[in-house]
């Protein structure tokens, strides 16, 4: 009796945490939902925001967007809806998925979390920026610079307006991801599954890593490789930096316990 009771006691938090979950997780979906048919009703707008930097890129009056495909417009907007719907949204989940976790963590784990999910947004917003204002219109530039002619025909861009959306959502995605290197190595760290010495140790290995990621996530030109490259091994080489100065940190304020201790 006293075993069936022991796992009836540990049957009984599990379900709460599993009815919790699906209470968060359906809160989520509603907000996403809300979400998605607010940007859907404004994906026009929402169109006309991710297209600007290929319509500068264009010679004045030369640039548009084409579809070769009834159903392809409607499909472009639901994706723009969904896109939309999920970068207003992240906030939320994230507070919803950080509320279920939060309760199981002991309040010196939770202060050591806080930063990362605070610098999370902020370095994801960074990379989308840095693809949006700098690296997409220097790309499109670069491509449209072979417009020409071929024998007397003129050889002229009309790019479809689903195949255009996938490359900036690429742009957008891989930079906005790419960005979160710093979070993800200072976490390791912090977990004491790496150490900065043996980071700093691979710096020729970052290097050959950071061009092979930077030549997978962007257009096979240059141009976008480097602008997308330079900043990832700066940021590598900012957390090294960060990692190096918690360290400090952390040794002055063990040595001062010490002191502390031994004046006691």
């Known amino acids: 009796m006293g075993i069936l009771r022991d796992i009836d006691e540990t049957q009984a938090p599990l379900m709460e ?7 968060r997780l359906l809160r989520s979906v509603f907000v996403l939902a809300i979400a998605f048919g607010v940007c859907f009703y404004f994906a026009d707008q929402i169109l006309a925001f991710l297209a600007r930097p290929l319509a500068e ?3 004045p009056g030369q640039g548009r967007l084409v579809y070769t495909k009834l159903y392809e417009v409607f499909f472009v907007e639901m994706k723009v809806g969904l896109f939309g719907a999920f970068c207003v949204s992240f906030p939320y989940i994230a507070n919803q998925l950080w509320a279920f976790v939060a ?4 309040a010196k784990e939770k202060k050591a979390l806080l930063p990362f999910l605070i610098a999370t947004p902020i370095f994801f917003i960074a990379g989308a920026s840095l693809a949006y204002f700098v690296v997409m219109p220097t790309a499109f530039r670069f491509f449209l610079g072979f417009q020409g002619s071929a024998g007397g025909l003129p050889i002229e861009a009309l790019p479809s307006a689903g195949e255009y959306l996938s490359l900036v959502m690429q742009f957008i995605l891989a930079f906005g991801i790419s960005f979160l290197l710093p979070v993800l190595l200072l976490l390791l760290e912090r977990a004491g599954l790496v150490q900065r010495a043996t980071l700093a140790k691979a710096r020729a290995y970052v290097v050959v890593g950071v061009l092979a990621l930077a030549a997978v996530a962007t257009p096979p030109d240059p141009g976008s490789q480097l602008i997308l490259a330079i900043p990832l091994y ?9 990692m ?4 400090k940190r952390e040794k002055r304020a063990s040595g001062d316990k010490t002191e502390t201790s031994e004046v006691a």
Request: hydrophobic content about 55%; overall charge negative.
């Open 17 to 23: 945490h599993l009815v919790e979950l699906r209470t």
């Open 57 to 59: 890129a264009f010679p």
């Open 103 to 106: 309760p199981g963590l002991y």
């Open 234 to 242: 700066l940021l590598f080489e900012g957390s090294l930096l960060v």
């Open 244 to 247: 190096l100065i918690l360290q």
